[in-house]
């Protein structure tokens, strides 16, 4: 059986080191979406400045330890914005927002990489221990009346719930593998934050989290185990799907103004379900047209990044004569390969891309040797999934799990690291 991430026997070695705090703290920096530094008409994030520091120092030091192929393709992408900006309605939010896109994709996996060192799965386990945490601090919130849902820090709690995906994915893997006692503590924490949060997108990363933990699992030793733990598999999942449609059964007479309570009421009462999901979509899927369009009349080099909200303003579209609750107008696009696309052209998603095929390739190849590098890969995949209908490509703690990738894979494959951990 798998070996618990959260609850294991008596091991004093993990609150003392550096990796585990290193990891809670950085995690616990990347939730701080909302303290910015305005340096001229651009906001700056702090947690961005911090670890472009950090990077820079790192890199100063000649420490990094990053694939030299991922960061070849980040550094053309980053190349293809800044000609971008230059040539964007808004040259000098243009250029300013480079050192943004910098320290996101080079900078914060370097540090990221280099911090997890040779402690990749007590990083991991900081990472986890950090998102449990910031769970219970969001709760205590909003019992006290302070936020009336669980943010925290993050812009909202659609964002915040991205940042958890690590916790969804080791609790769908714990309920697989039948280690009940974690699962168990990670059900509570799940819970908590479902009912203080209210987010339909944690109920997306969760159903996200099980289907692929389902089909990406460790190849067992045997015919007996792989049919054992196919088997308390099947279960596991058999027995969730009767508690959600249990629960959003009991939901069609709901009255009360929850927000996901009453979403999934009139999902569960709805003599159309299809429309009625779309619906609850709200304006997304006509900011995804719209930054969709945007792309088709700037194809080679896009609007700039960080412009297209400017340039929007300039445009006319019959997107923006829709009702206020579904109209693009004002609003960033949706679909971070779209964003890129409509911000940085032709030239510049086809960098992203194929940065990203760099990302997939060490967190698939990582996932291949180490369990815990599958929770990593799993959690790539849920996000990926996700951000394509949710904005913003520069997510801090997305790129901090991908330099936590990039150390699985090191330490599997015995290549030179500082020690650091």
């Not at 911000?343 to 940065?355: A, D, E, H, M, W």
């Not at 890969?377 to 904005?391: D, G, R, V, W």
Request: net charge positive.
């Amino acid at each position: 059986m798998q070996e618990s991430l959260l609850v294991q026997k008596k091991d004093p070695n993990t609150l003392k080191s550096r990796s585990f705090w290193i990891g809670f703290s950085l995690y616990l920096l990347a939730s701080l979406d909302e303290l910015n530094i305005q340096i001229s008409s651009f906001n700056f994030k702090f947690n961005s400045i911090l670890l472009l520091a950090i990077g820079v120092l790192i890199t100063a030091a000649g420490k990094a330890r990053v694939p030299k192929n991922y960061l070849a393709h980040a550094v053309l992408f980053i190349i293809a914005s800044t000609v971008s900006g230059i040539f964007s309605i808004s040259p000098e939010k243009g250029i300013l927002y480079i050192p943004y896109i910098l320290s996101t994709l080079i900078f914060t996996v370097i540090a990221a990489t280099y911090y997890s060192g040779k402690n990749p799965d007590t990083f991991l386990k900081g990472i986890l221990y950090s998102i449990s945490f910031q769970i219970i601090i969001a709760a205590a919130l909003v019992a006290l009346g302070i936020h009336p849902r669980a943010k925290l820090f993050y812009y909202e709690p659609s964002y915040f719930s991205l940042a958890a995906t690590p916790l969804f994915v080791v609790l769908a893997n714990s309920m697989l593998a039948a280690r009940i006692k974690e699962a168990c503590i990670l059900l509570c924490i799940t819970i908590l934050y479902l009912i203080t949060s209210k987010s339909a997108n944690a109920l997306l990363l969760i159903g996200l989290a099980f289907t692929l933990s389902f089909f990406i699992q460790e190849k067992a030793a045997s015919k007996r185990k792989m049919a054992k733990r196919t088997l308390t598999s099947v279960i596991a999942l058999t027995a969730a799907v009767l508690i959600s449609i249990i629960i959003v059964y009991s939901l069609r007479s709901y009255s009360g103004n929850d927000l996901l309570f009453s979403t999934l009421s009139k999902i569960a009462s709805s003599p159309d379900l299809i429309p009625d999901i779309l619906s609850r979509t709200g304006n997304r899927p006509n900011r995804i047209a719209l930054a969709y369009d945007v792309f088709t009349h700037n194809t080679l080099l896009g609007v700039g990044p960080g412009a297209y909200l400017d340039h929007i303003k300039n445009i006319s579209s019959d997107l923006f004569s829709l009702p206020a609750w579904v109209s693009p107008q004002d609003q960033p696009p949706i679909n971070i390969f779209l964003e890129v696309a409509a911000t940085t052209g032709i030239v510049g998603l086809t960098f992203f891309l194929s940065t990203f095929h760099q990302v997939f390739r060490i967190t698939k190849t990582a996932a291949q040797k180490s369990k815990n590098a599958r929770i990593v890969y799993i959690s790539f995949i849920c996000m990926t999934l996700a951000l394509l209908i949710e904005n913003s490509y520069l997510r801090i703690y997305f790129w901090i799990l991908v330099g936590l990738g990039m150390s699985f894979l090191a330490k599997y494959k015995n290549i030179k690291r500082p020690d650091n951990a």
